[in-house]
């Protein structure tokens, strides 16, 4: 068998083109690479999304700090609150309540008298439009 006839019968029984198999080759790295391209973008705007949200977080904690300042709870050992004026009343149990004191015993906003001295009070906040001191 003649040297072309043994190239046909070897084209016919594993036919292998190498030019396009090396365009294949190449058309799969180029894609591989724009994949990886595509990844790295991913990831950048995935960090850049948790730094937003870490810089949300640190604001909002600020925030709360500021909110927490602002409300001043006094212990209600320390005194300093008027008879019948109406208050809030931070409980044991962590309830928050409007009540007032008549001398040395605390009521609930309704009139009936609660059953525990609270441990802290604060004057009930303003209302977000009033401006006055």
């Given at each position: 068998?003649?040297?072309q006839?043994?190239?046909?019968?070897?084209?016919?029984?594993?036919?292998?083109?190498?030019?396009?198999?090396?365009?294949?080759?190449?058309?799969?790295?180029?894609?591989?690479?724009?994949?990886?391209?595509?990844?790295?973008?991913?990831?950048?705007?995935?960090?850049?999304q948790?730094?937003?949200?870490?810089?949300?977080?640190?604001?909002?904690?600020?925030?709360?700090?500021?909110?927490?300042?602002?409300?001043?709870?006094?212990?209600?050992?320390?005194?300093?609150?008027?008879?019948?004026?109406?208050?809030?009343?931070?409980?044991?149990?962590?309830?928050?309540?409007?009540?007032?004191?008549?001398?040395q015993?605390?009521?609930?906003?309704?009139?009936d008298?609660?059953?525990?001295?609270?441990?802290?009070?604060?004057?009930?906040p303003?209302?977000?439009?009033?401006?006055?001191?």
């Open positions: 068998m003649s040297d006839a043994q190239l046909t019968a070897f084209q016919e029984k594993f036919p292998l083109d190498l030019f396009s198999s090396y365009n294949a080759f190449e058309q799969l790295a180029a894609e591989w690479a724009e994949q990886q391209i595509q990844i790295g973008t991913l990831n950048y705007e995935v960090a850049e948790r730094r937003i949200q870490d810089d949300m977080s640190e604001e909002h904690e600020q925030e709360l700090m500021s909110i927490r300042t602002a409300i001043n709870w006094t212990l209600t050992s320390d005194g300093g609150i008027d008879d019948e004026t109406t208050v809030l009343m931070a409980l044991k149990d962590h309830e928050v309540w409007p009540g007032y004191r008549i001398g015993q605390w009521f609930y906003a309704s009139g008298p609660c059953t525990e001295i609270p441990t802290h009070w604060m004057d009930i303003r209302h977000p439009m009033d401006t006055a001191p």
